[in-house]
């Protein structure tokens, strides 16, 4: 029960990793406010609450200062302030090549994945500061560590939230707020949800995640328990990090693999 009666927020809580987050929140004793731009938000603090935790359902864009300000508000006055931000809330912009990705598209992407985490760091630091410590972890991507995982918009995005984690961690020192980002690989969420229904319906699943040691892809909640980890005490000195949880796809630079237990040609 590392969050009892501590105030959390989670952004994008209403599907993939951000509800397996605040369902573990949730079950390890944390008030959860579950913020979403759809309604999978009440849909999990109804989830929450039937299983007998404390949530609050907000309907946010994350990329709008007015409404992240407006969600702080609320886990302050519904929780009496705040100790973890889990900014967590993102979109994928498709798969666009750099020649095919106009402005249009490279700004929205950019808004809400990158803006995002850096309001949420904005306004929630100072109240998270208040509370004496806390922390703040963000939701990059192996996308964003070097090519080959995301379209130019989405990879760019998420390689400013690795660098906007370590610049904040900084500029909150003596503040004992803390700052990390996971770095998810292929994971099984609704921005993935496609991929995952072809390779089913065409019997294709053992080729998804075939690039990585472990040869598959993740499920949210194994996502979710390092977030958690970073926004517990049990991380308390691990400050403005990008941790990967990608199965071993980042450690390695293209190379053809030798298959375990299969000797080399």
Do not use: W
Request: proline share 3%.
């Amino acid at each position: 029960m590392r969050f009892t009666d501590k105030s959390i927020i989670v952004t994008g809580a209403g599907s993939g990793i951000g509800r397996a987050a605040a369902l573990l929140f949730a079950s390890e004793g944390g008030k959860v406010i579950v913020a979403d731009k759809t309604e999978g938000a009440d849909e999990t603090a109804h989830l929450i609450a039937q299983a007998g935790g404390a949530a609050k359902a907000i309907r946010i864009d994350a990329g709008l200062e007015e409404d992240v300000i407006r969600t702080i508000a609320l886990a302050c006055d519904s929780f009496g302030g705040l100790d973890v931000m889990f900014a967590n809330a993102g979109i994928s912009g498709g798969m666009a090549n750099l020649f095919d990705t106009d402005v249009a598209l490279i700004t929205e992407v950019l808004r809400v994945n990158l803006i995002g985490p850096f309001l949420a760091i904005k306004h929630a630091a100072p109240r998270i500061g208040e509370r004496g410590k806390g922390a703040i972890v963000l939701t990059a991507s192996v996308a964003g560590i070097r090519s080959g995982a995301g379209s130019p918009a989405y990879s760019a995005s998420k390689a400013g939230v690795i660098n906007l984690a370590a610049v904040s961690a900084q500029q909150l020192t003596g503040s004992n707020v803390r700052v990390n980002a996971i770095c998810p690989g292929l994971t099984e969420t609704g921005m993935t949800k496609p991929v995952f229904d072809y390779a089913r319906e065409a019997n294709k699943m053992d080729r998804v995640g075939r690039l990585n040691p472990l040869h598959r892809g993740a499920q949210p909640e194994e996502l979710a328990k390092v977030a958690l980890f970073l926004a517990s005490d049990d991380a308390s000195y691990v400050n403005g990090q990008a941790i990967a949880v990608d199965g071993g796809l980042s450690s390695s630079h293209p190379v053809t693999r030798q298959e375990y237990g299969k000797t080399a040609a």
